[in-house]
């Protein structure tokens, strides 16, 4: 399959929350939250292990893209090359929505932790 580039800013696409994500999909969100797996060891440790599991999801942000150098060449700026637009932004929906339900997870074990 050829890839195809496109304009645009590719952390924007990374800010902007799920199209479909709205009241609906609370319930969806909740049941996610409560299946994340502990924090392991004690609360002044989860920052660091919750910053390396990020890294590890990080990967996934690259999968199906490819990079090159603008024409002409542009300080700070390169050409994003998708193996399929529509098939990266629905993975990247998918990223945004199981982080969406960690970081209320991890939000809610870190307030139950201060105030049990």
């Known amino acids: 399959m050829a890839s195809r580039s496109h304009t645009i800013n590719?952390?924007?696409?990374?800010?902007?929350?799920?199209?479909?994500?709205?009241?609906?999909?609370?319930?969806?969100?909740?049941?996610?939250?409560?299946?994340?797996?502990?924090?392991?060891?004690?609360?002044?440790?989860?920052?660091?292990?919750?910053?390396?599991?990020?890294?590890?999801?990080?990967?996934?942000?690259?999968?199906?893209?490819?990079?090159?150098?603008?024409?002409?060449p542009a300080q700070s700026k390169w050409i994003v090359n998708f193996d399929s637009h529509m098939g990266y932004l629905q993975a990247a929906d998918a990223t945004k929505r199981r982080q969406l339900a960690k970081g209320g997870a991890r939000l809610a074990e870190l307030l139950n932790a201060i105030w049990p």
């Not at 902007?16 to 939250?33: M, Y």
């Not at 999801?57 to 999968?63: E, I, L």
């Open 10 to 72: 590719l952390h924007h696409e990374w800010d902007d929350i799920p199209t479909d994500l709205g009241d609906a999909a609370t319930g969806e969100l909740i049941d996610a939250a409560k299946a994340v797996p502990a924090s392991p060891g004690t609360p002044d440790g989860w920052p660091a292990a919750w910053a390396t599991d990020t890294l590890l999801v990080a990967h996934d942000a690259f999968k199906g893209l490819s990079f090159g150098p603008t024409s002409p």
